[in-house]
């Protein structure tokens, strides 16, 4: 073990609180944020390394220190083999309410922001429904047919709702909207996004809303730019799906930039955390504790977890029922070393009376090799 591996810590950070006319206040009921008083908020940032937002620690031993600190001080301790993008911390994580629906929107891919100039950077992202009103819709992907010039037009003369596909959604669901892909969150919908480090975004409609201050106007020349008329609403991704009596596993979203699994643990479960590689918690429900070599780190409804490459000694116990998103970063290794567990390892009780015991690293293997 390094001297700095030994310093490594689980980090929870400071929320970032973004005002936004579409915003609301359901980030309170929902994932119990503090915010502060007065307009809607729209997002929450809870891991972001960008010169829009710079995430800091809010308690433990990195209390104190920015996301970007970190990124430079722990290196691969941190970040294990996972690549910086654009010298960043690889993801950016938030919530949103979107109480009013969102502008419609479209994000460049790489070679799209490299034409575009040094502010455009290259955006990836999923979003999780942690809530939605009856009506809650998103918008994802042109219909099939539509043109360049058809979205050109509705963009400048109106109708260009017309040309995408709605989509009906409920709590539980998840979307992936890769570069390029004309996309919106409806009115109604709370979500949590996983993405790549950048805040660069393009409108081709505002539903009429006049905006003041750094996010003003539209963005038509550099939206249709960006437009990749092949990204149709792609179909639900395929999930798989590892259960056990106490957890399971669900894959979500697969892609070059990440890979996003709900895991489910029931309450007193105690076990290992045996990750080799950076992961991050996004936690929607429930609370718990981390134990490692340096302390221990509470964690409940609404924070987002990043557990440190070179963590050591990690050992997790569930207070309650939880749910949460896991984030990583795809990389050359991953878990298959560690054993399989048996079919009766995963279904027989354990007999003893005190907290459930399991390697999460087994479960997380079997998955990992589908």
């Not at 905006?211 to 020349?221: K, Q, W």
Request: proline share 8%; charged share 20%.
């Amino acid at each position: 073990m390094t001297p700095m591996a030994s310093a490594v810590c689980p980090l929870i950070f400071k929320p970032l609180f973004r005002p936004k006319i579409w915003g609301g206040r359901n980030l309170e009921r929902l994932l119990d944020k503090q915010l502060p008083p007065g307009g809607p908020i729209g997002e929450s940032w809870e891991c972001a390394d960008l010169d829009e937002g710079q995430s800091v620690v809010a308690t433990g031993p990195a209390a104190g220190r920015t996301l970007h600190d970190l990124v430079n001080s722990w290196g691969a301790d941190l970040l294990g083999r996972a690549p910086l993008v654009g010298d960043r911390f690889p993801l950016l994580i938030k919530f949103l309410d979107a109480v009013q629906p969102l502008s419609i929107q479209v994000h460049p891919d790489a070679a799209t922001a490299a034409r575009l100039g040094p502010n455009a950077r290259p955006k990836e992202e999923m979003f999780y429904v942690i809530d939605a009103a009856p009506g809650g819709c998103i918008y994802l992907g042109l219909r099939p047919g539509v043109s360049r010039d058809d979205l050109s037009a509705a963009a400048r003369n109106g109708g260009i709702e017309s040309l995408l596909n709605r989509i009906p959604v409920k709590a539980g669901q998840s979307f992936h909207a890769r570069p390029g892909t004309v996309h919106a969150l409806g009115a109604g919908v709370v979500v949590a996004e996983v993405e790549t480090p950048s805040d660069t975004t393009y409108r081709l409609h505002d539903w009429g809303r006049i905006r003041a201050g750094s996010d003003a106007g539209l963005h038509v020349e550099e939206a249709l730019e960006c437009v990749c008329l092949d990204n149709d609403a792609p179909p639900p991704p395929p999930r798989t799906h590892v259960g056990g009596l106490f957890t399971t596993v669900t894959r979500l979203t697969e892609c070059a930039a990440f890979v996003v699994e709900k895991v489910r643990f029931v309450e007193g479960m105690q076990m290992e955390i045996p990750y080799a590689e950076l992961v991050v918690w996004v936690v929607l429900a429930g609370r718990g504790t981390i134990r490692h070599i340096g302390g221990e780190q509470v964690f409940k409804t609404g924070d987002v977890v990043v557990l440190p490459a070179a963590l050591r000694d990690g050992r997790l116990t569930t207070e309650t029922d939880c749910n949460w998103l896991e984030v990583t970063i795809p990389v050359a290794s991953d878990l298959a070393d560690f054993q399989r567990p048996g079919a009766a390892e995963l279904r027989e009780p354990h007999e003893s009376p005190g907290p459930i015991q399991l390697n999460l690293g087994n479960l997380r293997g079997q998955d990992r090799q589908r």
